[in-house]
């Protein structure tokens, strides 16, 4: 009768030299999480945080089958046990993730994005700044940049006394909240398809965002020509500033997934563009949020708010919000992904 075979030998100090690197790496992403949250990794990490755990638990596998000493199966054993924590992690409530997106996860996002977010910041105002100069040196040029359907007839061939009835007069306020609604819609639009359309390229999104500034500056010139130019912006501050905001983060969103499919560096593109796309969308989520409460600034202060400097401060003070909001340093804690 056979004896029965013994466990095969393997090298120790072999086997660790050839795998120690990659359990470094995991080792390092998993302790950035526990210190500082998910919100501490770069997309590469992201993508290679699973690949690393799979050749973990290979690793601890051949160790077991092997009878490699024991001090590294029990530490293979804790890496993969912290490693599958916060890759699976223990199921949260609905409150605690939306706790967790309001206080880290969204904000956390925004500042990783600040590069694409200041490209998207430059991109509007260089536009703004052409629609309004072009405008004002030619007027007929307004009807080519700004849809008849929103303009509403706040055009060129509208006279002072009519555009300031639509800044103030109460009488107006119908006509004013049909041209509100359309300008939101055609806004949410362009922040979907900014972020929708990063995958390609991210081409479609600088003409959406660029589009979007000579629509901006375009319709200020219109005010400007009749002297109502700082009337005009204190109307539009009261909710714009959370709007145009919006709009700027979800082209920095399409950026960002136009960019790694374009620049996917040594991982898969489609991998690399899925990892980015996940952190992307939450930005996208967030601009959601923030076109919903800009509606909200809109109808509230349009009926509310009549005066220019009232409307300039809660536009800047909502600014002035975001950006503490948004930028301010803020303490990590750990965050499981799911």
């Not at 223990?90 to 500042?111: C, D, I, N, Y």
């Not at 300039?312 to 803020?330: A, C, H």
Request: net charge positive; proline share 3%; hydrophobic share 55%.
């Amino acid at each position: 009768m056979n004896a029965p075979a013994e466990p095969v030998l393997v090298n120790a100090s072999r086997f660790r030299a050839a795998h120690e690197l990659d359990w470094q790496r995991l080792d390092g992403i998993v302790t950035r999480i526990e210190r500082r949250g998910i919100g501490a990794l770069t997309e590469n990490d992201l993508l290679m945080l699973p690949l690393l755990y799979r050749s973990a638990l290979s690793s601890l596998s051949v160790a077991r089958e092997t009878s490699l000493d024991r001090a590294l199966i029990t530490y293979l054993e804790a890496l993969c046990t912290r490693a599958y924590f916060q890759i699976y992690g223990v199921p949260t409530s609905f409150w605690t993730q939306l706790k967790e997106f309001f206080l880290r996860g969204w904000p956390q996002t925004v500042q990783l994005l600040w590069r694409e977010t200041l490209v998207s910041f430059l991109l509007t105002l260089v536009a703004a700044i052409a629609g309004f100069l072009v405008v004002m040196h030619d007027a007929t040029s307004f009807y080519a940049i700004f849809p008849d359907s929103l303009a509403g007839g706040r055009d060129p061939a509208a006279s002072a006394d009519a555009l300031r009835a639509t800044l103030y007069n109460k009488d107006q306020q119908d006509g004013l909240a049909v041209f509100a609604t359309f300008l939101f819609t055609h806004n949410a639009q362009i922040a979907i398809f900014s972020f929708a359309l990063g995958f390609a390229f991210a081409i479609p999104t600088v003409l959406l965002i660029v589009y979007n500034g000579l629509m901006l500056g375009a319709f200020l010139a219109i005010f400007a020509a009749k002297g109502l130019l700082f009337q005009a912006a204190g109307w539009l501050a009261i909710h714009g500033t959370t709007e145009i905001f919006a709009i700027i983060l979800s082209g920095a969103a399409g950026f960002r997934i136009g960019t790694a499919i374009a620049f996917p560096g040594r991982a898969a593109r489609t991998d690399f563009a899925f990892a980015v796309g996940r952190r992307a969308s939450v930005a996208m989520a967030g601009a959601v949020i923030m076109l919903i409460l800009a509606g909200l600034l809109e109808g509230i202060g349009r009926q509310t708010v009549q005066g220019d400097l009232a409307r300039y401060g809660i536009g800047l003070t909502v600014l002035l919000g975001w950006l503490i909001y948004f930028y301010l340093p803020r303490k990590h804690h750990g965050l499981a992904v799911s």
